[in-house]
């Protein structure tokens, strides 16, 4: 039996960035599913902030129709639409923040939370409006999406701006990987069993991959990924957040600068990686034009309609951690768009055994893997030896144990929003990136970014539907290992 969610305290959020992409497609679903399972209480309020001129019920049309595709019941969907209001506000003009104020000015008792769905450009505008009528005033917070600066500097300029109208305790910068059931089940895994913890270190573990693979080139995205590139639109935050889940002491409790705490020192162990030894230890590549899920699919510079950029749409680097757990232990991270699968998952591979005692037709041993899939299709597998079952004699086997949730428990997963939407209600910032954690984050990547511009190297050409450039698999192979394949 699982136990009924919690309702939250009456809320009133605010999306500014409403009609957007994110908004539609992941954040009002996301509070829809927490209404259906009873934990928003019905007084609460949902605005929608964009320049668009529309309003509740034509708003409300939107979401209706975003609901239904995402399997929204139609009694439902109605009843959580009542909660769902629309504000057309430019964030960069004075026009209508009395009405909108006096709006959020009606339930002084509710929390407010102010949830930043847009461009960053737009970040300072709106808090320096909200600060401006007392917005952040008793249990407002402020939720801010990726990315957060284009580099250290410009990522102060942000948080400056932002801690000038909300402290620290409000601000909820938002990563929603680490909102995800597996990473979740990682804390469960290494520090609800004694099995791990005494195994989690470089006597035992070989190495770890951490992939995040997307099948999609850019897209409707190009002008803004651009500018981005694959280390600042994956490796600096979310990948480096769940390298530190992986890497972290164990916190003196789930408090949340007790976890924050604990990445904090992971980051700020991270070697250095700068003009020295940034050809050794990264590759870039950018896509050319190739195959994606059976179709042919244009090249990067053809879908930037730009044949000059040198952004790279693909990374792959070994990290290393400079501390007594980790020490000779490399972090594989790769990362890119248009490669064969859509998948994101951890691997801990194990040592191998330090002696063999079977014969060698007993077939290879294979080293322990522990491989943690955050997508598609959250779960969690043990790679182990065992005796192939039956008569013939001893061969070996390597099998997973399976640890898939959905079947185990025979629940819908929960989508990482719908859990941190309700952590910022909650005022529980665990879960979310503290602002020395985006900085150590940032003095890590910085030094990256600037080698491969001083290099002046294109990154290399690799087709749509591969993995990448060749030279990301010679990372890893010549230290004598693979990347996982198994994708079962
Ligand atoms: P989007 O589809 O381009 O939406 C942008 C939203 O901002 C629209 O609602 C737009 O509506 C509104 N907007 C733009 N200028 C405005 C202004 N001056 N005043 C008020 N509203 C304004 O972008 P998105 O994909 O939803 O992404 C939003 C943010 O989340 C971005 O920073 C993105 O990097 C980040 N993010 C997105 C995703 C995702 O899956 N989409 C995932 C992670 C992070 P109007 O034009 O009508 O004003």
């Not at 975003?66 to 004075?94: E, M, T």
């Not at 250290?152 to 909820?172: C, H, K, M, P, R």
Request: charged share 25%.
């Amino acid at each position: 039996m699982t136990a009924s969610p919690q309702p939250v305290d009456a809320f009133d959020l605010v999306i500014f960035g409403g009609t957007g992409d994110l908004a539609v497609r992941k954040l009002l679903p996301a509070l829809y599913h927490r209404y259906v399972d009873g934990q928003i209480p019905d007084v609460s309020r949902i605005v929608g902030i964009a320049r668009e001129a529309t309003d509740d019920e034509g708003y409300r049309a939107t979401i209706r129709k975003a609901l239904q595709n995402n399997g929204g019941q139609p009694g439902k969907i109605d009843d959580f639409l009542r909660l769902v209001h629309y504000r057309s506000l430019d964030a960069r003009k004075d026009d209508g923040w009395d009405a909108f104020a006096a709006l959020i000015g009606e339930q002084p008792d509710h929390v407010r939370v102010f949830y930043l769905s847009t461009s960053p450009e737009l970040f300072v505008d709106i808090c320096k409006r909200l600060g401006g009528y007392g917005l952040n005033k008793g249990k407002a917070r402020v939720v801010l999406e990726k990315p957060i600066g284009r580099d250290l500097a410009s990522a102060n300029q942000i948080n400056d701006a932002v801690g000038q109208v909300f402290d620290e305790s409000q601000t909820f910068r938002i990563d929603h990987y680490l909102g995800k059931e597996t990473v979740q089940n990682l804390l469960a895994l290494r520090f609800g069993n004694v099995l791990f913890e005494p195994l989690w270190n470089a006597s035992h573990i070989d190495h770890v991959q951490i992939t995040v693979a997307e099948t999609l080139g850019v897209g409707q995205r190009a002008g803004y990924y651009d500018h981005a590139g694959a280390l600042r639109d994956m490796v600096q935050n979310h990948m480096l957040q769940l390298l530190c889940m992986v890497a972290m002491e164990p916190p003196s409790s789930l408090a949340p600068d007790a976890v924050r705490d604990e990445k904090l020192k992971v980051l700020r162990s991270l070697q250095p990686i700068d003009e020295s030894n940034a050809a050794q230890l990264t590759v870039r590549g950018q896509y050319r034009a190739g195959a994606a899920e059976g179709q042919a699919v244009p090249g990067y510079l053809d879908e930037l309609k730009d044949h000059k950029s040198n952004t790279e749409t693909f990374t792959a680097l070994k990290v290393e951690i400079a501390n007594w757990r980790w020490a000779g232990v490399p972090f594989y991270l790769r990362t890119g768009k248009r490669l064969p699968e859509r998948v994101s998952e951890i691997v801990v591979v194990f040592k191998q055994v330090p002696h063999s005692i079977f014969a060698a037709s007993a077939g290879q041993l294979a080293q322990n893997r522990l491989v943690l899939r955050l997508q598609p299709g959250e779960n969690i597998k043990l790679w182990v030896t065992i005796k192939d079952p039956g008569p013939g004699g001893l061969r070996l086997r390597h099998v997973s144990l399976d640890m898939s949730f959905a079947e185990a428990f025979g629940v819908q997963q929960p989508d990482a929003y719908e859990r941190l939407l309700l952590d910022v209600v909650r005022g529980n910032p665990t879960l979310f990136m503290r602002r020395d954690e985006v900085e150590a984050a940032w003095q890590w990547a910085d030094p990256i970014l600037g080698a491969w511009a001083n290099s002046g190297e294109a990154p290399r050409p690799y087709g749509a539907g591969t993995w990448g450039p060749t030279a990301a698999v010679a990372l890893i192979e010549r230290d004598g290992r693979t990347w996982n394949e198994d994708s079962e």
